[in-house]
């Protein structure tokens, strides 16, 4: 591997973990019970909405991490945040704006793939 893939490979996997990494922790709350359902409600989401968002971050957000199915799951993190962007922050609230900017990041990441620091690449070989 010569400096430059090198310098690619490492900056795809740190690119990747810094991209989903509010997306896992948020979905890691699942975990420890801190869904907000009561908040989703008073905005006509149901709970099971709400359970399946929470599940998409988490395993989505694990998956970019790792590398793994990375494609589908940028997507499905792209799908994610399109809902909460309309749902949760109307427009022009800045945070729209961050949730616009992350689905940028992640239809790069769909776009590009991995990188050879993933399990997607060692699949491939």
Do not use: C
Request: proline content about 4%.
């Amino acid at each position: 591997m010569n400096n430059n893939s090198t310098l690619q490979s490492w900056g795809l996997l740190v690119g990747r973990i810094l991209l989903v990494i509010v997306y896992f922790l948020g979905g890691f709350s699942l975990l420890k019970g801190e869904v907000p359902i009561d908040y989703a409600a008073s905005k006509g989401v149901p709970a099971l909405f709400v359970w399946i968002g929470f599940a998409i971050k988490l395993f989505g957000g694990l998956a970019v991490i790792l590398g793994f199915f990375t494609r589908w799951a940028a997507l499905a993190l792209v799908v994610f945040t399109l809902g909460t962007a309309f749902i949760f922050h109307p427009y022009p609230d800045m945070v729209f704006l961050k949730e616009i900017s992350m689905i940028g990041g992640l239809l790069i990441l769909a776009a590009v793939g991995p990188g050879d620091l993933s399990i997607d690449a060692r699949r491939a070989k």
